[in-house]
């Protein structure tokens, strides 16, 4: 059974640090460097719109969020779809900017969109700089959140109607 939480754990603020915390049996802390040991590295070669910079070509390395988030073993039981399609991320950056994901946006069974949290941008690392978020399938780079400082997951109940059982 997960635990929810509503604070994020207390840590010092560390560059390159983030944690994922919310409704996850296992909140924890990563650095860029654990993100580029403990998975498996994918490559993305994307064009984003900026509304105020216009088209912002780079290429990204990192592990996929999914497989990054399947560690903290999020509150829904993997085996129920329906319960899996309520969840929701948020992924805080290091200035506030922070954006909402579905998890059936990058779940295999809904929208499966390979989203990374790139450990390197054009060839830099990002030790110190902190992760970045990387969606390809974004026409615009809003959700390309860097200096990631945090993920929280939790599961979305419409206030006065209980959750279908099946
Ligand atoms: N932390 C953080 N990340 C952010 C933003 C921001 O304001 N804060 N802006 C986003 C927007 S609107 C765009 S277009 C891209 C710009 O990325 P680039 O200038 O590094 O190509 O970063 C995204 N990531
Ligand atoms: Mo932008």
Known sequence: MSRPSTAPPAMPVRAGVFSVWGEVAHPTSLTVSDLRQGWEQHRAEVVFDCATA???RHTFAGPLLLEVLDRTHPGFDPARRKERSRFLLVVNGG???HAV???AEIDPDF???PVL????LDG???DTAGAQ????SDRCGARYISAVTGIWIGGCRLPGVAPSES
Not at 117 to 120: E, G, K
Not at 133 to 136: E, R, S, Y
């Open 95 to 97: 200035d506030g900017h």
């Open 54 to 56: 216009g088209p912002q």
């Open 133 to 136: 978020l990387v969606v390809p």
């Open 111 to 113: 929208g499966g969109s």
């Open 124 to 126: 830099e690392e990002l």
């Open 101 to 103: 994901l579905s998890w």
């Open 117 to 120: 949290l790139a450990t390197r």
